[in-house]
């Protein structure tokens, strides 16, 4: 069964700290994605990559960093956190075009 | 631009009931169409895509959708609905040749017994 872990899964961080969420697929997918869900605005891409080495920005970039070490990991690095970037973070792989993602559970991040 | 919509951010119904999950959307090409839910405090999961061929698919826990071209619609069905359906629901595009997916907001739905 596709697989995908995020840690951590709760996270509390001060402003302008540094906060790295990472993410693990056991899927041997090409695609990672991050994505925040905000009441209101549901899903929105932050970044996203097509394979090692690889990483692209999305809908929502500024703030974040992404690092796609190998197929495998994906983190989101956000180098100086501020209060508006609390929020639920989601993890998702997926393979070519026209193929379901597969999420993680998700991590809280709560920025104080 | 390419967008989706989902109307109705809450729908409430009785058991029993037929349910109907409203999403349009905006794309300049094919649309390549998903629902995911997400139950409460948990990850979304995959019902149901439309990529081509019959307008109407089926997927997951019994629910279908139906793809309509003249109006851009891309709507979730189930009858009869149950109180276990309760969830969140998501209709999602994907951005063909770029390998991601425009989300709609969601709809809340609750199943009342």
């Known amino acids: 069964e596709a697989a995908v872990t995020q840690s951590p899964r709760n996270k509390v961080a001060v402003t302008g700290g540094k906060v790295t969420l990472s993410c693990n697929q056991t899927?041997?997918?090409?695609?990672m994605y991050w994505y925040r869900q905000d009441t209101g605005h549901g899903l929105r891409l932050i970044h996203y990559?097509?394979?090692?080495?690889?990483?692209e920005k999305g809908d929502i970039p500024d703030g974040y960093k992404a690092s796609r070490p190998s197929q495998e990991n994906f983190s989101l690095i956000l180098e100086l956190a501020t209060p508006s970037q609390t929020s639920v973070y989601f993890c998702?792989?997926?393979?070519?075009?026209?193929?379901?993602?597969?999420f993680g559970k998700g991590t809280r991040l709560t920025v104080v | 631009a390419q967008s989706v919509d989902q109307p109705d951010a809450h729908v409430t119904l009785y058991e029993g009931a037929s349910l109907e999950l409203r999403c349009s959307y905006s794309?300049?090409?094919?649309?390549?169409l998903f629902w995911y839910v997400q139950y409460p405090g948990q990850s979304l999961q995959f019902l149901l895509k439309?990529?081509?061929?019959?307008?109407v698919v089926k997927g997951t826990k019994g629910f279908e959708a139906e793809f309509r071209k003249s109006n851009s619609s891309f709507n979730l069905k189930k009858s009869p609905a149950h109180w276990s359906d309760s969830a969140k629901y998501f209709c999602?595009?994907?951005?063909?040749?770029?390998?991601?997916?425009?989300f709609g907001k969601g709809t809340s739905l609750t199943v009342i017994p």
């Open positions: 998702a792989s997926g393979d070519a075009d026209r193929t379901e993602v597969f």
């Open positions: 899927n041997n997918h090409n695609n």
């Open positions: 990559s097509y394979g090692a080495g690889s990483t």
């Open positions: 794309y300049s090409a094919a649309p390549y």
């Open positions: 439309y990529i081509t061929g019959d307008a």
């Open positions: 999602a595009l994907e951005n063909t040749g770029y390998q991601n997916f425009y």
